[in-house]
């Protein structure tokens, strides 16, 4: 009896040719499973799946996570206003997080003997999948055909040509991956540290010429409203807004960062309703949160991404910041206004019943109600104590030398 295995498939060249190498070369009975995390409509999966049946797999599943990807992940980036080294929105990382737990949950439910990967060893998905897979399925084996064989692509093509496979084999001038989170583009400018992506290798392309106003509600840290049209799950709020925003051109940007295997790189991204999401997201909490509480969170929040990003998901640690990160929006709820235009934007204000920038109190720089002028003069001289005694302390040391 064959061994079964469970496939992460996409459809691609690489995916491709391990459902025909797994199949055919090693015997497996190959059970393929894609995970939308918002990247494909219903008539890509379809394709995907046919693909996947006329490679020869004996099962193809289909997952549905965009709202699993949400309310696990993406949430808690929002709160978080996780950007990685201040700039990308973990578009694809997060991502695959959610699709390997997914594929590790499926091989354990069918029972499978082996779980496989596409990935090459040159990027930083293959150690998302295999420490996943480790971690939540440690009985199952890895095998991952092109890192193993370190394979070329002209290889693989050459390859499936042989065995009648049909496909496009064309290599796009551009890798794109498309999410919910966002969209990473990657070239030949991108290989280099020097060189910006040109209009062309932009998926959405900039057709907003004008401005336009825009009201984002959030409750208790989530997106619920896009100019007062309400949805039933952030997610399709964030996909109503980046049809809004996308147009303009806004939310794009090359990120530079630092590899789980130790090298650094240079990817394309775009993702307007994200970056708009989090900048206001950020500027509410400016107004609704303590200083120490922004304080704190941005500490958290930056170990938080850097950690997801390197396939961290599964450390308890995760748990118990998420566990904070949803305490400290209690009081996230207002309106926050933004205002289009094409390749930028502005946070115009906001409003909020939590907003502690309240007048009642007193006017930055105009008028204080809330205490005496004797009362700073007292306040200053105690709040400066300590550093006072330091000073008075290490000047008479001095002198007595």
Not at 69 to 97: F, Q
């Given at each position: 009896?064959?061994?079964?295995?469970?496939?992460?498939?996409?459809?691609?060249?690489?995916?491709?040719?391990?459902?025909?190498?797994?199949?055919?070369?090693?015997?497996?009975?190959?059970?393929?499973?894609?995970?939308?995390?918002?990247?494909?409509?219903?008539?890509?999966?379809?394709?995907?799946?046919?693909?996947?049946?006329?490679?020869?797999?004996?099962?193809?599943?289909?997952?549905?996570?965009?709202?699993?990807?949400?309310?696990?992940?993406?949430?808690?980036?929002?709160?978080?206003?996780?950007?990685?080294?201040?700039?990308?929105?973990?578009?694809?990382?997060?991502?695959?997080?959610?699709?390997?737990?997914?594929?590790?949950?499926?091989?354990?439910?069918?029972?499978?003997?082996?779980?496989?990967?596409?990935?090459?060893?040159?990027?930083?998905?293959?150690?998302?999948?295999?420490?996943?897979?480790?971690?939540?399925?440690?009985?199952?084996?890895?095998?991952?055909?092109?890192?193993?064989?370190?394979?070329?692509?002209?290889?693989?093509?050459?390859?499936?040509?042989?065995?009648?496979?049909?496909?496009?084999?064309?290599?796009?001038?551009?890798?794109?991956?498309?999410?919910?989170?966002?969209?990473?583009?990657?070239g030949k400018e991108t290989l280099s540290s020097n060189g910006y992506l040109p209009d062309e290798?932009?998926?959405?392309?900039?057709?907003?010429?004008?401005?336009?106003?825009?009201?984002?509600?959030?409750?208790?840290?989530?997106?619920?409203?896009?100019?007062?049209?309400?949805?039933?799950?952030?997610?399709?709020a964030i996909q109503h807004l980046q049809q809004i925003a996308g147009p303009y051109g806004i939310?794009?940007?090359?990120?530079?960062?630092?590899?789980?295997?130790?090298?650094?790189?240079?990817?394309?991204?775009?993702?307007?309703?994200?970056?708009?999401?989090?900048?206001?997201?950020?500027?509410?909490?400016?107004?609704?949160?303590?200083?120490?509480?922004?304080?704190?969170?941005?500490?958290?929040?930056?170990?938080?991404?850097?950690?997801?990003?390197?396939?961290?998901?599964?450390?308890?640690?995760?748990?118990?910041?998420?566990?904070?990160?949803?305490?400290?929006?209690?009081?996230?709820?207002?309106?926050?206004?933004?205002?289009?235009?094409?390749?930028?934007?502005?946070?115009?204000?906001?409003?909020?019943?939590?907003?502690?920038?309240?007048?009642?109190?007193?006017?930055?720089?105009?008028?204080?109600?809330?205490?005496?002028?004797?009362?700073?003069?007292?306040?200053?001289?105690?709040?400066?104590?300590?550093?006072?005694?330091?000073?008075?302390?290490?000047?008479?040391?001095?002198?007595?030398?």
């Amino acid at each position: 009896m064959a061994k079964k295995v469970v496939l992460g498939f996409s459809g691609g060249l690489d995916t491709s040719f391990c459902v025909k190498y797994l199949t055919e070369e090693k015997g497996y009975e190959v059970h393929s499973i894609i995970v939308n995390t918002g990247g494909f409509s219903e008539e890509e999966l379809k394709k995907i799946e046919a693909h996947a049946k006329n490679l020869g797999v004996k099962s193809h599943k289909t997952v549905d996570a965009v709202k699993n990807y949400y309310d696990s992940i993406i949430r808690y980036l929002v709160y978080g206003n996780v950007l990685k080294n201040n700039t990308y929105p973990l578009s694809v990382s997060a991502e695959r997080l959610s699709q390997a737990l997914h594929i590790a949950g499926y091989a354990r439910e069918i029972q499978a003997d082996a779980i496989a990967h596409g990935s090459t060893g040159a990027g930083n998905d293959q150690v998302r999948f295999d420490m996943v897979f480790h971690i939540m399925a440690p009985e199952l084996e890895i095998i991952t055909p092109i890192r193993d064989m370190n394979l070329s692509r002209a290889s693989e093509v050459e390859y499936l040509k042989g065995k009648g496979v049909d496909m496009n084999f064309e290599k796009s001038v551009y890798s794109i991956n498309k999410g919910l989170w966002g969209t990473s583009v990657g070239g030949k400018e991108t290989l280099s540290s020097n060189g910006y992506l040109p209009d062309e290798a932009w998926p959405t392309q900039v057709t907003q010429t004008g401005t336009e106003s825009v009201k984002l509600t959030f409750e208790q840290g989530e997106l619920k409203k896009v100019n007062d049209q309400a949805f039933d799950h952030p997610t399709e709020a964030i996909q109503h807004l980046q049809q809004i925003a996308g147009p303009y051109g806004i939310g794009r940007d090359i990120h530079v960062g630092d590899t789980i295997i130790g090298i650094k790189g240079r990817v394309g991204f775009e993702a307007a309703a994200p970056i708009l999401i989090i900048k206001a997201h950020h500027a509410l909490e400016k107004h609704v949160l303590s200083k120490w509480q922004l304080q704190w969170k941005d500490q958290i929040s930056q170990f938080y991404g850097t950690w997801l990003h390197e396939g961290q998901i599964l450390d308890p640690v995760m748990r118990d910041i998420e566990a904070y990160l949803l305490s400290s929006q209690r009081n996230v709820t207002g309106d926050v206004f933004l205002q289009l235009h094409p390749y930028r934007y502005q946070v115009l204000g906001i409003e909020s019943p939590y907003d502690l920038m309240n007048n009642a109190f007193g006017s930055y720089g105009e008028a204080n109600r809330s205490f005496t002028g004797d009362d700073v003069k007292g306040f200053t001289r105690i709040f400066g104590n300590q550093t006072s005694i330091y000073h008075i302390i290490k000047e008479n040391a001095h002198e007595g030398k």
